[in-house]
């Protein structure tokens, strides 16, 4: 496999193509080519849409024609992205910086057929984690396992940040409706205000407490662990007839001095924002939804991990919406995308994306060490419609311009009584806001007065999805990380390491310090080497 990316070319077929590129995005920068007039081209819709059963995706209104995609596509063959994915499907070194595998697809992988790793059965080993988690859950759900007071468990508080969280709480609160068997909260920050709101909001006697750390070193999660182990002995409960641990093997959380209900393992061949579909998932959503849910979570992931995989690159989901990223990023020029999905369950869609892509893709040297050409990623957020027209919409028609994913679903959740308003019902009424702002960025509007003049011309992307049952969302999830993982291939950089994460956390080890000893010594002096950090100390202990 060819180690090129876009970002480092290192032979002459990419850099032809890279100024390809480059004059095809300079020719739709015309007036001919504004939004107007390609879509108005017989077949628009069905040339730039692709989908499978339950998932479609409509980019017919990208600023794209033909000829661009046919040179997107061949930046996939110059950097052997497909192939590159498939070898992460089977266990190759992808992460070379940390010489790691990347094996989340194998989190959902079926069959009895071994998939091994340094001599391990990777695929045996989750599903013996994954049938020890359907046991558990099990047992809390019968009341076999119960709380110290012997109540049955009624709530569980994740306690973990970044990707130990994020993903799970997407998919919980997707899922989450009136069938769910437990409530699930979540403890990532370390602000004790957080932590004020958990306990008020839970049951001390009924709640289950989830340590989520790899290492079980993780300072915020160590520290929320702390306060909340405090707090429960202040309660007079014992810590450990509470908790349960999803850690790796052999850590500190997985010592047997260091008694738990349960513990259960992750590896390292799973980077915590691609996580969601292993334990880190599997024991929180279990729990709250039913391990069958879980599973049929699992049976969406599957789907479209065998789509990216089987699928011609033309009719391939995940490929394509990479590919329109790297165009709108790097030839286009826009600063940021949206993520705006047109369904209330899916408000922490966004948030999840935001750490899975700028984690992955926030690089600024191929995973040789070689210095990009220009800095990879873009800014990702967003907020659900139709909330988000009310929020920043106005910036996204009339002033700086970026690409968006409308996200809709076609049925909602909710089932019962729908009054109708204007004659529509509150979720077509939701549609019609979907359809109207992708059509009106696209087409814009002509004014005299210029405060009511919208240029348009401005992309965006519409995908749907059936329905919020658990293999859409299952589906819905790997397509972002299938995607991420695809344009970091093409890109050439290592979607798999966060080094970026690191600096910020060795310096507050140094100020943690500073603080540590004021708080053994009052008359300590502040020694920090920025004087504004000294000044911001004295500050804080006044």
């Not at 180690?3 to 007036?31: R, V």
């Not at 991990?305 to 990223?325: F, G, M, R």
């Not at 995308?337 to 047109?342: G, S």
């Not at 310090?513 to 804080?540: G, H, I, R, V, W």
Request: include cysteine.
């Amino acid at each position: 496999m060819s180690p090129a990316g876009l970002l480092y070319p290192d032979d002459s077929s990419i850099k032809n193509l890279h100024a390809k590129l480059t004059q095809a995005a300079q020719d739709l920068n015309t007036p001919d080519h504004h939004l107007r007039k390609l879509l108005d081209r017989p077949g628009r819709f069905f040339d730039f849409s692709i989908g499978i059963d339950g998932f479609l995706m409509d980019f017919s209104r990208q600023r794209l024609d033909k000829n661009a995609l046919a040179l997107l596509r061949e930046a996939q063959v110059l950097s052997s992205a497909l192939e590159k994915f498939r070898a992460m499907t089977q266990g190759e070194i992808v992460n070379p910086t940390e010489n790691r595998a990347a094996l989340h697809t194998a989190a959902r992988g079926s069959g009895t057929s071994p998939l091994l790793f340094k001599e391990i059965d990777v695929k045996q080993q989750m599903q013996q984690v994954n049938k020890k988690i359907g046991q558990f859950c099990q047992s809390v759900h019968d009341g076999k396992i119960c709380s110290a007071s012997g109540k049955p468990f009624t709530q569980a508080v994740v306690i973990g940040i970044g990707g130990s969280y994020l993903g799970c709480e997407f998919v919980y609160q997707a899922l989450a409706d009136s069938d769910r068997i437990m409530d699930l909260l979540f403890l990532p920050n370390v602000d004790i205000d957080n932590f004020a709101r958990v306990i008020e909001a839970i049951d001390k006697e009924t709640t289950l407490w989830i340590v989520i750390s790899k290492s079980y070193t993780t300072t915020e999660t160590m520290a929320n662990l702390n306060q909340v182990s405090t707090w429960l002995k202040d309660q007079g409960i014992r810590p450990e007839d509470h908790m349960v641990t999803i850690t790796a093997k052999g850590s500190p959380g997985d010592d047997p001095d260091t008694p738990v209900l349960e513990s259960f393992y992750m590896f390292d061949f799973i980077g915590g924002r691609y996580s969601v579909s292993s334990a880190v998932g599997g024991l929180p959503l279990s729990l709250a939804l039913g391990y069958d849910v879980f599973q049929r979570f699992l049976d969406g992931c599957r789907i479209m991990d065998t789509h990216v995989l089987e699928s011609l690159p033309e009719n391939n989901i995940a490929l394509t919406a990479a590919l329109i990223s790297i165009w709108n990023t790097l030839y286009m020029g826009y600063p940021a995308q949206a993520i705006i999905p047109y369904a209330s369950r899916l408000a922490r869609l966004s948030p999840h994306v935001q750490q899975l892509y700028m984690e992955s893709l926030g690089k600024s040297v191929s995973p040789e060490g070689q210095i990009l050409s220009q800095p990879a990623g873009t800014i990702i957020f967003g907020e659900p419609g139709t909330n988000a027209q009310h929020s920043f919409f106005q910036l996204a028609h009339q002033g700086r311009a970026f690409p968006i994913d409308f996200i809709g679903v076609k049925s909602p959740g909710y089932s019962g009584l729908q009054a109708m308003s204007k004659g529509v019902s509150n979720h077509q009424e939701l549609w019609a806001n979907l359809l109207a702002q992708a059509g009106a960025l696209a087409l814009g509007r002509s004014s005299e007065d210029p405060a009511r003049n919208f240029d348009g011309n401005r992309p965006s992307t519409i995908i749907t999805i059936d329905n919020l049952k658990p293999e859409n969302v299952g589906m819905l999830l790997s397509f972002y990380e299938a995607r991420t993982v695809l344009e970091g291939f093409i890109l050439g950089v290592n979607p798999f390491d966060q080094f970026g994460v690191e600096l910020g956390k060795v310096m507050a080890g140094d100020i943690r310090k500073e603080m540590a000893a004021k708080n053994q010594d009052p008359s300590y002096t502040f020694a920090c080497k920025s004087q504004t950090d000294n000044f911001y100390l004295d500050l804080l202990f006044r």
